[in-house]
């Protein structure tokens, strides 16, 4: 019953209520309260009840009394459930202008509570509170009885709230409940910390203490708002700067929206001040841990992952507890302690995306992506939409990994670096200038523009570049396996075992792939292909392919015995190089830039400069300006391989001259070449650097000498420049005092003859005509074509000297001065004489002595011969000289009509003459008989053709008109003579087939051959 509320008579039995309607009724309600037995009383008062909850009107007057005797002490443990709410149902549907219904509920409150069913009177008091009946005094009354009762149910909290937002005086034991919900801290669960919440908003305004340090919970730890926790919990402390829980919950939210960095002063200091092993000093650590990870600073980790660990404080950070403790792994180059700190992390991260994405998230899917890779865990994120920093992860680690990805743009600051990244991603050149590194966005992305400054750096200078970069604060934050990676790619060029003892170790501690790829290229540049197989056993993507391809190249007795039968012949030592081209072009044509770049280095080794010719071109075409100035060099000297020549609109500029210098195939090539294209514009100073790319060491000094001295020598002879022909002749004497041999003396000597005829004065060298026969044949040479006999003479007879050369210059000088031979040079040839030789004697005793002169020629003729095997007819070098300087048409009938040497027979078809004789019979003999030219080859044995030119002449004289008589008759001596020896060799049928061409001849027959009769005279 509330406090002043009277307590209801009992009903007295009276004569005089028989009389109205509410008399009788009030008789009867008297009976039934005295009834003895408390079972019947109660039974006949539900009568009643039923009665009077249908009768309004005398309910009015005597229904909050009639409740008051059903609840009885001596009736209250007869009640059931049932008539609770029977009374409480008619109570509600009675109240009214007689009685309230705080009036009617009070007895059944105050029942329910007798019989302990807090609860039932609990309910009844809620509703009660929320009557649209109850006055403000009804409802202080329901909330302070439910507070003294211990009520704090969610319905409760309601109208304690509600209660609060009023305004003014609480009830008594409303403050003190509101105060015990809002004394909460971080070991209260959700629910807990909800109802807190909603009883804390309008407990604020009214000063109740705890409320902000209960919405900063709830905010902080349930609602997933630290930015707004952080709000509450600094007024907590302002409002009772002694709040430990305010504080820690303080310290949490500034972690939680990771500003960790940005702690004030005194928070940081309350922290260093707290009792060691406390939350507080607990709190602290990790907030310094925290700051060190995203700082720009030289200082060391301020602890390490094992200790903290031991922190113990998932319950005020949540995930950003495990990030801390993954973090400092990933630095200490522990990936699997990581991956388990991180994983849980990362799973959090990705389930809650979007607009209730935590602070942080980007983060933990970041370094728990670092983690996976490290541990070979790496997983397909399928077509997911991920931040830049993490595709430039993904990238690097894997291609494989970002397929199917959507990686978002680069931050506001970083176009440059985006552009950089993606360049090198693609195996590329960054084509944009490097500059600083971006400020601003998170750790990631500044992690990721330092690594991408790194390979800029060592893409555009090597390891010089790096050296700055390696020393930037944010590189100690990067895991240690990366540290190790970008260390060793720095000492490769000066430190090579430092190097691989530094990518060995980015290699154990989780970065294998990038790690392999590096050693691997390592080894293939040093030659060492066997090592770099090894490693890249397992590595996939295109560079992975490209450097197997190269190792299978180095490694030959790898190649399959059946070589590709479209491998040109000349290129079978090149076949490995050829099969690994092959194997990268099974990738297909949508391959990046350096995947065709690399497939033209392959065709080039292989030696088919086309196919190289034509990958480089694209791989250059596709991504103009980004691969390195060495493909630029190697497309230039393949194309000019392939085409054997410079087109105007692919010669290199400087910038290719300068690459190819780093090149030297590639500069000797492309220097070769335009040396041949454009001998005037040459620079000699190039000319000399071939020289000394022709003698580097592990060049073929046999193959190149002589070709270079060929090409220096065309240029040097062709020049109109009389100084340039003495610089090309000053650079040849020079190679050829080197590399001493026929080649490049003959080469010298021909430039310096050019240059001396341009300029006689000095000579180059420092060598006269008088020692230098060659010389002097060339100056002579160049002498007649002026038109200038007499100095042509003048140089030859000049030359003094014992050698064939020597002998060479005096005959022809004697020649062009009319005279016979000198004592010296006049006698017969000496034996090994070469026909050259021989030439030159028979033109110098041509004007004095015909018939020596023909002697010599004989001979000259005979050594051609024995030396090409032929006679030269067939592309001997003497046998050609003697056909270019003799008029054989009128020679030929001369020397075969002179008796053999000795005096002898002559040896039939092996005669000296026999393939001057077919020469002309195949070139054409304009302006000799062919009876003359038939009894050349009767002389020297060539029946067969004596035959058909016999039959020539006997067909031309008839149809000419004249007489054949003498024609027929020395046929018919040959076709007798060739029976004869039939006869002898043993083919008498032979032998009479030819008698019948005789007697058909003889008798003045046809001469033509008739079909089938070829056979006998062949």
Known sequence: MAEGQKAPQAPVRSFRNVFTATGRL???WADAVAEPDPAQALERLRRLRDVLAARPAPAGVLWVPFVASVTDPRLLGLLGEEDFTALAE???????????LEQAWRPLIAARAARGEAAAAGALLTELYWAPGSDEAARDAAASDLARAGHRGPEHLRIYAARLARGGPLPPG????????LRVGFTDDADTLAAAAELAGPARPAGVPGAARALGLHRLRVAGRPAEAREHFAAACTADPHDETALLGLLAAWIRTGEAAGTPGWLRGRCRRAAPGGALARLGELIDVLTWLDADTDESPPARAEHVGTLALEAYVGAWFAYARGR?????????????ALDPVTAFAERNGGADAPPGRDLWIYHGAWAELLTGRARDRGRAAVPWALGCLLWDADPGLTAGLTVSGPPAGYARVGAARRDLAAGTRPGAEP??????????????ALRTALGEAYARRGADGMRTLLRHPLYRRLPRADRFLWSGLRSLAGEPEEAERLLGEAARLGHTR?????????????GRPRPARRLLDGCTGAKAEVLTAWSEALLPEDVPEDVPDDVPSAARDGAPALVAARRLEALGSGVPPYVASARGALWLRGGDAARAARDFEAALSAAPGTLPDEAYALAAAARAAADGTLAPDRRPGAAVWTAAERHPWAEWVLSVTALADDPEGFPLNRAERLRSLAERPGASADLAVPALATALAAAGTASESPARRAAFAAILHRLAARHPGPATHHAADLTAAAAALAAPEPEPGGQTSADRPLHALVTAALALEAGERERAAGRLAGVRGGTRAHRACALLADALAGRPPSAADGGPAADGEPAALGLLRAAALAGQDPDAALDALATAATTAAATTGDGGGNGGSDGDALAAVVDLTRALPALCARPAPGGGRRAGPAHAFAPYVRRLAEHGAEGLDPAVH??????????????????QAVTAAERGGGEAGEARGDYVRLLCHRAVAARQDGDPLRAARLLRHVARIAAGGPVEVASGEERDLR
């Open 435 to 448: 500059g600083p590194l971006p400020a601003g966005a998170g750790t990631p992305e500044r992690l990721e």
């Open 328 to 340: 400092l792994h990933l630095v200490e180059g522990d990936a699997e302690r990581a991956h388990a």
């Open 514 to 526: 990038r790690a392999h790829l590096i050693l691997a290229a390592h080894h293939l540049h040093a």
């Open 90 to 100: 008619a109570g509600r549907q009675l109240a009214g202008p007689a009685f309230t």
């Open 934 to 951: 038939a009894r050349c080859a009767t002389v020297v044995g060539e029946f067969a053709l004596a035959g058909r030119l016999w039959r």
């Open 174 to 181: 409303v403050p003190e409940r509101v105060a015990e919900v």
């Open 26 to 28: 009030r008789n009867r």
